[in-house]
């Protein structure tokens, strides 16, 4: 027989193998079909059906934890976010109080400068008005001194002793 099949070959015929009317492609069918009445016989659906149901039962319970989880972290985010935006307030709050604390310690600083250059001033005056009374005082005395003693002198060169008298009594009635 490999003989025909040699020769068959050789002229470019070629002969197909059958046994018991089935070629190759028909035993094969044959063969799926008989894993698949055995597969099905040994209970193999329900087997990849438990198999996948597990699976599924998994993959759902991993679902439901991811929404747990996306469930919590939204809670976390929007508690987060309310309070940045306390944080957010407090901070502008506290911002304004040392702003009208700054203020105001600038007000009373400069009310406290300008009332601090007012007695200053009072001061000066006070301290010029006493200087100015002492050099008129001083300068009385000054000339009160020069008069008496140009008078002494005046008095001595040109009157005598009833002249001195009326000059004295008009010099006091002066005074």
Known sequence: MLDILVAAAENGEHAE????????????????????????????????AGVLDSRIAGIRKQLDDAKALRAEAEKLRDEYARKTAEADQEAAALRAQAERQAEEIVEKAKAD??????????IAAEKIASAERGAVEELRAKVATAAATAARELIAEKHGEAADRKLADQIIGNL
């Open 17 to 48: 193998a059958t046994a018991w009317g089935l070629n190759a492609g028909g035993w094969v069918a044959v063969a799926m079909i008989v894993v698949f009445v055995i597969a099905i016989i040994a209970g193999a659906p329900r087997i990849i």
């Open 113 to 122: 400068a300008d009332a601090l250059i007012e007695r200053h001033k009072a």
